[in-house]
């Protein structure tokens, strides 16, 4: 951790370190092994099926009349409140994003820590996850029918996204993004109902978050809608204002990391 | 020691190709240039009431080719402009009749957001291809292309596209 924060990394940057995914795969699979609400179905099951929590694209309601679109700050305190969960399971865990930008995921598309089916003789909990019923269907496991790898996004459309002033404009862009990617992994990860139930999901929303992060950087951290900010995040103890900075929510990402006592 | 291999099997997600047929594609009536030949910086089109309760797709717009379909190579020269995308909520999955219906205009005090399947708007950039369209003809038409990824046995893929408007919007 980087002063106390969690430091959030890259997938491949933790494929290239022994033991790097080690915690989260643990954490992932202690809480899929769970039936109470510490469990995957639990969390999952707050984006789509059965509780129809996500927020995606503009809406009215809370008492405005015109639209706004809540889609960053909605998923960014989702993955925080799961991320917390999977530390309760071992507190080493922190989420990786996926980079579906790199050299590496053009040329191979799911990370090989993420769909290899075992690891040390044992169920891969980042290669799949249980779902629930869902009537008239049996409950099961995530699946996906990935696409060509080099269809992913590419590093320069997403960094075309950064020079987007506006947050709102920024926001419907990334969604699109964000959109094409659930599309490419296909399967399960291909609809909202069912997606958060794929452990690739949470890698996917970091990678959106970070984007939101690094535009941050440059765009500033309070720039977003001033109507937005006391925006209520249901069903978490949170607002928008709540969720601009991610330091102050703990945590950090980070390319690599190295500290030495003074 | 072989590696055992787990085969798990979704009871609910069906693939792309396991779509009936292509979907249907939306070819617009012609839309004056007029107002596009004033110089710009950057030129959206603009969809509203973009349904996205059935499956996931790609949606392949094209300008001035309303032939365009799912074998079009998505060349400047063929007038592709660029793509949006749907991440659909895959059908209904409600008990109930109803679940899946958008509820009408907000009723006052009522704190709740908008229904989930409220339709969204997208937002395709597509300043170069508006700005050759602007200085050849005289009218636009646009043609947009569902390419199917991802869905379930409850969704329409024949139908999936459906919106409201198409805008075109330019900024100075």
Not at chain 1, 28 to 54: E, V
Not at chain 2, 27 to 43: D, G, N, W, Y
Not at chain 2, 115 to 123: E, I, S, Y
Request: hydrophobic residues 40%.
């Amino acid at each position: 951790m980087a002063n106390g924060l969690t430091v959030r990394s890259s997938i491949e940057g933790l494929e290239h370190i022994a033991g790097g995914l080690d915690a989260l795969r643990d954490a992932y699979t202690k809480m899929q092994k769970l039936s109470d609400n510490r469990g995957w179905l639990y969390w999952a099951g707050i984006h789509g099926f059965p509780q129809y929590m996500c927020w995606h694209h503009g809406r009215v309601g809370m008492g405005d009349q015109l639209p706004y679109d809540l889609f960053l700050p909605w998923h960014r305190a989702y993955l925080l409140y799961f991320e917390h969960t999977a530390r309760d399971q071992n507190n080493a865990a922190a989420l990786p994003w996926w980079d579906w930008t790199s050299p590496g995921a053009h040329s191979v598309g799911i990370p090989h820590s993420y769909s290899v089916p075992q690891v040390s003789g044992k169920s891969n909990s980042l290669a799949s996850g249980p779902m629930p019923a869902m009537p008239p269907n049996p409950a099961g496991h995530t699946v996906r029918h990935p696409r060509r790898p080099a269809t992913l996004p590419t590093a320069a459309h997403v960094h075309s996204l950064m020079a987007l002033g506006n947050f709102v404009d920024f926001t419907i862009q990334v969604q699109d993004v964000h959109d094409a990617v659930h599309g490419w992994v296909g399967g399960s990860m291909g609809v909202v109902a069912i997606s958060a139930f794929d452990p690739i999901f949470w890698s996917h929303h970091c990678m959106i978050d970070r984007i939101w992060y690094l535009w941050q950087l440059r765009n500033g951290v309070n720039n977003i809608p001033a109507d937005y900010l006391d925006k209520p995040l249901a069903p978490f103890a949170l607002t928008v204002r709540d969720v601009l900075d991610i330091n102050r929510l703990g945590y950090e990402y980070a390319q690599s990391s190295v500290t030495i006592n003074a | 020691m072989a590696q055992k291999k787990i085969t798990r099997k979704s009871p609910v997600t069906s693939k792309e190709g396991d779509a009936p047929g292509p979907a249907k594609t939306y070819v617009s009536s012609k839309m004056p240039l007029e107002p596009l030949q004033k110089p710009f910086q950057r030129a959206d089109l603009i969809f509203d009431g973009v349904d996205h309760s059935g499956a996931t797709f790609e949606a392949r717009v094209f300008l001035n080719n309303e032939s365009a379909s799912a074998k079009t190579p998505t060349t400047v020269q063929n007038g592709y402009a660029g793509s949006f995308h749907i991440f659909g909520h895959g059908g209904c999955f409600g008990d109930d009749v109803g679940h899946c219906e958008v509820r009408g205009v907000p009723r006052q005090y009522d704190p709740r957001p908008a229904h989930p399947l409220t339709p969204a708007r997208k937002v395709l950039i597509a300043t170069e291809a508006l700005r050759r369209i602007a200085s050849r003809g005289k009218h636009l038409t646009v043609t947009v292309v569902p390419i199917v990824l991802a869905g379930t046995p409850k969704c329409d893929y024949e139908n999936v596209l459906k919106f409201d408007k198409i805008s075109v919007v330019t900024y100075v």
